[in-house]
């Protein structure tokens, strides 16, 4: 019998809907990716993600925020409690706080966000609004290592999209989301299997610098 792989735990960070929770959650289940959802976490105890953790039998955590003096004081509880859990990877989805530069830097390597922009364009928020105010043809998401600086840290895989004539914000973002659901998961196997990693602020895939992202397009 060929000896069991304990597959790659994983912990993933939500405020809200969870639609990125749900696509990882999904590639548990169909095996296309080798990872374990130990636990979700979500700062709002109404987020929807929590309610399809609950459905796949997913260990679910609510932190508010609310109550802490700062975001360090937040931060430490937080990572206490990732700590516990003790998992190989951090996935941010959608998990709406700034962290901490004492937190990003305990878990460097260790911890992902995905970004609804062409990083580095549009950093921060209403990315879709400022693709379309700006007469872009092409708009997407972007896979990235976290670090101390907002939305810059070293970017994994880019998910493009076109941006039609008549899209407005929500027709926009809804067709980000498809190709974020796609390249998330696409991210996760690869840091999974160790096929990318991150050394010296530089991603590496399968032990040479990638000096672009991955592109999906
Ligand atoms: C996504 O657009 C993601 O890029 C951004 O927040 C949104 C989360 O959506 N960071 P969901 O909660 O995964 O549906």
Redesign the pocket.
Known sequence: MPPSVTPCAIVVL?S??????QAIINATLNNSISAKISAVISNREDAY?LERAQKSGIATHVLSHQGYADRNSYDLALDKLITKINPDLVVL??FMRILSDGFVEKYAGKLI????SLLPKYSGMLTHQRALAAGDTQHG?TVHFVTAQLDAGPRIIQGKVPVKKDDDEQKL?LR??DV?HIIYPQAIQLITTQRIKLQNDQVLLDGAVLAEPILHD
Request: hydrophobic content about 40%.
């Open positions: 939500i809200g809907n969870g639609s990125n929770l993600g989805a959608g966000n995905i970004h609804p998401a973002a980000v989301l974020e």
